[in-house]
């Protein structure tokens, strides 16, 4: 009983919205990207880890160290 809606629109980096919702209230947590600078470390971070790690990498986990 989850509802997922993805919207697309020219001119957005990146907007993320999650609200929670049930009888009489919501809550509401949000994420903006002004420019594609805040992506930049990501970035960085998979370059250095895909030039050390042979074959299949699945996750996340142990590119951040986690």
Do not use: C, Y
Request: charged share 15%; hydrophobic share 45%.
């Amino acid at each position: 009983g989850v509802n997922i809606h993805s919207v697309r629109m020219p001119g957005r980096v990146a907007h993320h919205e999650l609200v929670f919702g049930t009888l009489g209230q919501t809550l509401s947590i949000r994420h903006d990207s002004i420019n594609r600078e805040s992506f930049m470390p990501g970035v960085v971070m998979a370059i250095h880890a895909v030039v050390k790690a042979p074959g299949l990498t699945v996750g996340l986990e142990s590119v951040m160290g986690l």
